[in-house]
T-cell receptor, first 111, second 112 residues
Framework: GQNIDQPTEMTATEGAIVQINCTYQ??????LFWYQQHAGEAPTFLSY????GLEEKGRFSSFLSRSKGYSYLLLKELQMKDSASYLC????????????FGTGTRLTVIP | GAGVSQSPSNKVTEKGKDVELRCDPI?????LYWYRQSLGQGLEFLIY????????KSGLPSDRFSAERTGGSVSTLTIQRTQQEDSAVYLC??????????FGPGTRLTVL
């Protein structure tokens, strides 16, 4: 089976740094994705990790530890527009390429 | 097109009726996926199409759900004899081979 856990909600202050954690237990692993989803909109791709370590992309970074089944998304210099849900998703080893999603973390950025 | 499109954007139906949801993937994307997102739940995988291969239907919740993809492009998700628990946002995504998936805006289905 697949089990992906993330905090349900987080609040952070504009200009600050926030770390959103994701732990997973899956029957196979072939990459971890982070998506951003604003209310009422489609998820948009943020980052992809398949090897251990940190991937940096502007204000957003994502980290993966395969041995610990753990990832985090780091958002720096928070802006009000970063208020959204952040979805952690794992791709299994099947040939399907389909993703198994966590329930998402709703981030609220306050002034 | 510029992105994945889905229609209708909203659908309200009565319990027991059949509904069809449409997805137009990004041109050239060989893979197409359907997911369901219920309130307070994560995205739930439903079905996956890759090229001309047989679809992976392992995520379909019951035999009331079916999907087809014509000509390797447009896909239709059909729900027969809808139930109230089918109410959700149905998201379609496409990708080139094993790359990241691009999502459409979704169809919000409400079963009364």
């Amino acid at each position: 089976g697949q089990n992906i856990d993330q905090p349900t909600e987080m609040t952070a202050t504009e200009g600050a740094i926030v770390q959103i954690n994701c732990t997973y237990q899956t029957s196979g692993f072939n990459g971890l994705f982070w998506y951003q989803q604003h209310a009422g909109e489609a998820p948009t791709f943020l980052s992809y990790n398949v090897l251990d370590g940190l991937e940096e992309k502007g204000r957003f970074s994502s980290f993966l530890s395969r041995s610990k089944g753990y990832s985090y998304l780091l958002l720096k210099e928070l802006q009000m527009k970063d208020s959204a849900s952040y979805l952690c998703a794992v791709r299994g080893l099947t040939g399907a390429n389909n993703l198994f999603f966590g329930t998402g973390t709703r981030l609220t950025v306050i002034p | 097109g510029a992105g994945v499109s889905q229609s209708p954007s909203n659908k309200v139906t009565e319990k027991g009726k059949d509904v069809e949801l449409r997805c137009d993937p990004i041109s050239g994307h060989t893979a197409l996926y359907w997911y369901r997102q219920s309130l307070g739940q994560g995205l739930e995988f439903l079905i996956y199409f890759q090229g001309n291969s047989a679809p992976d239907k392992s995520g379909l919740p019951s035999d009331r759900f079916s999907a087809e993809r014509t000509g390797g492009s447009v896909s239709t998700l059909t729900i027969q004899r809808t139930q109230q628990e089918d109410s959700a946002v149905y998201l379609c995504a496409s990708s080139p081979a094993r790359k990241e998936q691009f999502f459409g805006p979704g169809t919000r289905l409400t079963v009364l």
